[in-house]
């Protein structure tokens, strides 16, 4: 899945949300599971053609929300989802993750009904995939 990887320079997005969001969203969707090894942080510079200090941001927030951890210096790994977070955690990284989206759906020229029509689908298609549907 890291190896999929691309960077949009012409994005409204920034270049470390490049990174984070979709090892996240491999992680929803059961394409990166614990321990899957991620490229080092020299490995994906060297890939995506950017600054080193930009993965090593995207690294450090994916680290610091325990979405990977690092092993050794080296080996960084997909984590085991601890049960301790808390609820204000998971509304701050709800948020987070709904500001960039909707940041990047209203700088596309999306009205708010095609933003929500297009939420729902999505939201009900990844809930069936990962089981986590709730009624």
Do not use: F, M, W
């Given at each position: 899945m890291a190896s999929?990887?691309?960077?949009?320079?012409?994005?409204?997005?920034?270049?470390y949300r490049q990174v984070v969001d979709p090892i996240r969203r491999a992680v929803v969707r059961?394409?990166?599971?614990?321990?899957?090894q991620l490229p080092?942080?020299?490995?994906?510079?060297?890939?995506?053609l950017v600054?080193?200090?930009?993965?090593?941001?995207?690294?450090?927030?994916l680290e610091r929300d325990r979405d990977i951890e690092?092993?050794?210096g080296k080996d960084i790994l997909v984590a085991q989802k601890?049960?301790?977070?808390?609820?204000?955690?998971c509304n701050r990284r709800l948020d987070d993750a709904l500001e960039t989206f909707?940041?990047?759906?209203?700088?596309?020229d999306f009205d708010t009904d095609a933003i929500l029509q297009s939420?729902?689908?999505?939201?009900?298609?990844?809930?069936?995939?990962?089981?986590?549907?709730?009624?």
């Open positions: 999929d990887l691309t960077i949009s320079t012409g994005s409204s997005t920034p270049i059961r394409e990166l599971n614990v321990g899957d080092s942080v020299r490995l994906l510079t060297e890939r995506l600054n080193h200090n930009t993965i090593a941001k995207a690294y450090g927030e690092s092993r050794h601890c049960s301790i977070d808390t609820r204000a955690e909707l940041g990047e759906a209203i700088a596309l939420t729902t689908k999505k939201l009900a298609k990844l809930t069936s995939q990962s089981g986590r549907g709730r009624t």
